[in-house]
């Protein structure tokens, strides 16, 4: 029995002994493992740059300065500067520095201070770097950036803009809205109690917001009326916008040829001019506008005429869209830079500018259009979309913005319906169902 007790307690003895030194083994183990890791310094990166061992001196470009300024200040001599310019022709011309922007110059952290790169941030997210030192090259990249989804959602009391920016939107954000809806909504009609709804990218860079992303979905009431928006990548094309029934919102003419402004007179057979008080035909819309707001073409087309009205209108642009339309532009102020008779012009492309020219009370444009030769009222005219999705396609449109549209409204509803209708009439002509 002794014998027995004596070897159970060796047993147990050395069980203690080999798991105690195991568990100090671990333990010594965690403890260098977390020695070492804390001791591991990672390099630092910028603009796809190790700048361990640089200090970086940041400015503002100002007006009139060139980079030859810039650098000359840390020492960078003609020929650097020469072979800069020669590299970085076909990624970023460094002529094309802007007043405002911020650069950076990255130099050595010793006595000597030699600069080694140049940065330019083109925009809150994108940049140009150019090395300085050894075999000079140049290239553009993106700071990382994080997207955050966001919905902005007012009543209109006075306009867009002023409800929007009251409801935390930003500027860009207004702008890109009027965009989308400026084949379909003329803004110069919304009234107050209109509304809207936006889903929206923001994005960051850590913490900082730098810019608007795309606008993802968007509803907007006018006279009790929805307008449906949804982005959406069709024919593995760029981004377009739809509405439910998988129209899109893009037409052949813009709805107003110039943004935020009021009209001032419509489109009339017996109008009282204002200046010589004879009662005669109006056939076009009078926008107010201070001078030199920019004025755009409706549509593509080419410029048939650009010079003086001596008949009133003062500077003026007729441009041919086809066969069928032609726009005119009156009281300019002037025309953009490269238009001319001739020119051809893009849907939204900048012609000119808001003036007072010619027989005019105040600044304003009267905008006119012509059909097969006859004026009509721009206000109502009924152009078709483009682009539509085809009906095979709708099923996977009205997937994928099921979720946007829950967004917007709180339901699917409206999808169902139309889903619904297209299912029993064999097509997808829902344009009859109600979306309130």
């Known amino acids: 029995m002794k014998i027995n007790g004596l070897l159970t307690t060796i047993v147990l003895l050395s069980f203690f002994l080999l798991y105690g030194c195991r568990n100090r083994t671990a333990r010594i183990k965690d403890e260098v493992t977390e020695s070492v890791v804390q001791d591991t310094i990672y390099p630092e990166f910028r603009w796809e740059i190790c700048i361990d061992s640089l200090d970086i001196h940041s400015g503002i470009i100002g007006r009139n300065e060139v980079l030859s300024t810039i650098l000359g200040r840390h020492g960078v001599g003609a020929s650097v500067l020469h072979e800069v310019e020669t ?57 990382r950036t994080d997207t955050l989804y966001k919905s902005v959602s007012g009543i209109i009391e006075s306009s867009l803009w002023n409800a929007m920016t009251a409801n935390g939107a930003a500027p860009d954000l207004t702008g890109q809205l ?79 040829p110039l943004n935020f402004s009021r009209i001032s007179s419509r489109f009339s057979n017996a109008r009282r001019h204002p200046i010589t008080k004879i009662v005669r035909p109006h056939h076009g819309v009078d926008y107010a506008a201070p001078s030199g707001t920019p004025v755009y073409s409706v549509g593509d087309g080419t410029v048939i005429a650009r010079g003086w009205d001596s008949n009133g209108g003062g500077n003026y642009i007729r441009i041919r869209h086809n066969s069928t339309y032609v726009t005119l532009y009156m009281h300019l102020r002037g025309f953009a830079s490269g238009i001319h008779q001739g020119t051809k012009v893009s849907q939204g492309q900048l012609i000119g500018y808001v003036g007072a020219t010619g027989m005019a009370t105040g600044p304003h444009l ?35 913005i099921r979720p946007l549209m829950k967004i917007l409204t709180g339901t699917e509803s409206p999808l169902d319906s139309l889903q619904a209708v297209a299912l029993s009439a064999g097509s997808a002509d829902p344009l009859n169902t109600s979306y309130q």
């Open 87 to 143: 590299v970085s022709k076909d990624i970023f011309n460094v002529r094309r520095l802007q007043a405002g922007k911020t650069y950076h110059v990255l130099t050595d952290r010793d006595s000597a201070m030699t600069a080694r790169y140049f940065v330019y941030e083109i925009s809150a997210v994108d940049y140009a770097v150019y090395s300085l030192t050894d075999s000079i090259f140049s290239y553009v990249g993106q700071a």
């Open 366 to 400: 009267d905008y006119r259009v012509y059909k097969d030769g006859t004026a009509i009222d721009p206000l109502r005219m009924d152009l078709p979309a483009v682009d539509p999705i085809k009906e095979q396609d709708l099923p996977a449109y009205w997937d994928s």
């Open 178 to 256: 009027a965009d989308i809806y400026s084949w379909t909504i003329d803004f110069f009609g919304i009234q107050r109690g209109d509304s809207f709804n936006v889903y929206y990218e923001d994005i960051y860079i850590d913490t900082t917001r730098v810019a608007t992303g795309n606008i993802l979905a968007a509803n907007f009431i006018t006279g009790g009326r929805d307008h449906f928006a949804f982005r959406y990548h069709y024919n593995n094309g760029r981004g377009e916008y739809f509405d439910q029934n998988g129209t899109s919102l893009r037409r052949a003419f813009l709805k107003a």
